[in-house]
């Protein structure tokens, strides 16, 4: 499996990436997640699927499957009680194609697309607001630059 180590510099890949190409770039766009945040994701499993399943895309009343980049599915931290007993697993999942299609259309550095779908998932599993997203996000763009060399 590749490891891709400058979550800000693309790798160049003759064919689309595959899943586990994706898996690798979601792995070290966890680790640029500020560490406060990242210690409580532990338990959350992420998966990378091409698409949403057809359960989920009925659910969501989704137009097409590409409408949809990753979704978190389970019980967010802030809905838990003292009692909480888990019946599933929490996961993240990162949809490939959706992914891939919108990093054709923006121009955008594909680590920096799955790191922001990352971010937005792991902020509903703490049961965050969009702004409070976008100021990890920008926070884990701010380490991640700090982190380069020559930056």
């Avoid at 180590?5 to 070290?28: H, K, Q, S, V, Y």
């Avoid at 994701?41 to 969501?60: A, L, T």
């Avoid at 949809?68 to 999942?93: C, P, T």
């Avoid at 937005?120 to 607001?129: A, N, P, R, V, Y």
Wanted: aromatic share 8%.
């Amino acid at each position: 499996m590749p490891v891709f180590t400058n979550p800000r510099r693309m790798p160049c890949f003759g064919t689309a990436p595959t899943l586990e190409d994706f898996e690798a770039i979601a792995a070290e766009a966890l680790a640029t997640i500020p560490e406060e945040f990242r210690k409580h994701v532990g338990n959350v499993r992420i998966q990378v699927d091409d698409f949403p399943s057809d359960e989920v895309e009925k659910e969501m009343d989704l137009d097409t499957p590409f409408d949809l980049l990753g979704l978190y599915q389970g019980v967010s931290m802030m809905e838990r009680g003292a009692g909480h007993v888990a019946n599933d697993i929490d996961r993240i999942f990162l949809y490939r194609r959706p992914i891939l299609d919108y990093w054709c259309e923006s121009g955008e550095d594909l680590p920096h697309i799955v790191r922001h779908v990352l971010i937005h998932e792991i902020g509903h599993h703490f049961g965050l607001s969009d702004d409070d997203m976008e100021a990890i996000e920008a926070k884990a763009e701010e380490e991640s630059r700090r982190a380069q060399p020559g930056a």
